[in-house]
T-cell receptor, first 115, second 114 residues
Framework: EPEVTQTPSHQVTQMGQEVILRCVPISNHLYFYWYRQILGQKVEFLVS????????KSEIFDDQFSVERPDGSNFTLKIRSTKLEDSAMYFC?????????????FGSGTQLSVL | AQSVSQHNHHVILSEAASLELGCNYS??????LFWYVQYPGQHLQLLLKYFSGDPLVKGIKGFEAEFIKSKFSFNLRKPSVQWSDTAEYFCAVNPYNQGGKLIFGQGTELSVKP
């Protein structure tokens, strides 16, 4: 079965530093997403991306966050100046050309620890 | 605001016991409904889904769920759990006009004792 891959699996950074989380979606998918899960809390939607632009974002996704598809395969989430409260598991997901939730595939996540 | 509630934070069962995990959502329109499972150290995996038709849906590994529209519920069931079902279970809702955006419940941790 095709997989969404995320690197690194664990990222440790100092508060105020920039981090880039990387994802390789499934190759024929056109819709891309980032979700996060703070320890003990719900999985939360951050942003969806289609046709090289953000299609929807949550209120969590403020100016400190940005997404990019720098080439044909990668999909990145950048946090410009990390805060302690950004510590979470970040999940990338992609979906098929219909873009609906039924074919949403998740990566295994990147655990971000901000010290 | 749209939300999903899972009634149980942690459920502990013995093998062969029956399982029912509750899920309720608040959204007035058409929704797609999902249950995801996350085994320790692994990524979220789709367990089952409901879009339309028969409100009783069957998923992988013997799981099933029933959509009761009048109760805004989508409870997950399994008649006989196994130790390998130990995992965290997430209910999620996809409002029909919101692409692939999922709204998740807070998760239920299931521990099955051998």
């Amino acid at each position: 079965e095709p997989e969404v891959t995320q690197t690194p699996s664990h990222q440790v950074t100092q508060m105020g530093q920039e981090v880039i989380l990387r994802c390789v979606p499934i190759s024929n998918h056109l819709y891309f997403y980032w979700y996060r899960q703070i320890l003990g809390q719900k999985v939360e939607f951050l942003v969806s991306f289609y046709n090289n632009e953000i299609s929807e974002k949550s209120e969590i996704f403020d100016d400190q966050f940005s997404v990019e598809r720098p080439d044909g395969s990668n999909f990145t989430l950048k946090i410009r100046s990390t805060k302690l409260e950004d510590s979470a598991m970040y999940f990338c997901a992609s979906s098929d050309p219909q873009g609906r939730g039924e074919k949403l595939f998740f990566g295994s996540g990147t655990q971000l620890s901000v010290l | 605001a749209q939300s999903v509630s899972q009634h149980n934070h942690h459920v502990i069962l013995s093998e062969a016991a029956s399982l029912e995990l509750g899920c309720n959502y608040s959204y007035g329109g058409t929704v797609n409904l999902f249950w995801y499972v996350q085994y320790p150290g692994q990524h979220l995996q789709l367990l089952l889904k409901y879009f339309s038709g028969d409100p009783l849906v069957k998923g992988i590994k013997g799981f099933e769920a029933e959509f009761i529209k009048s109760k805004f519920s989508f409870n997950l069931r399994k008649p006989s759990v196994q130790w390998s079902d130990t995992a965290e279970y997430f209910c999620a809702v996809n409002p029909y006009n919101q692409g692939g955006k999922l709204i998740f419940g807070q998760g239920t941790e299931l521990s099955v004792k051998p």
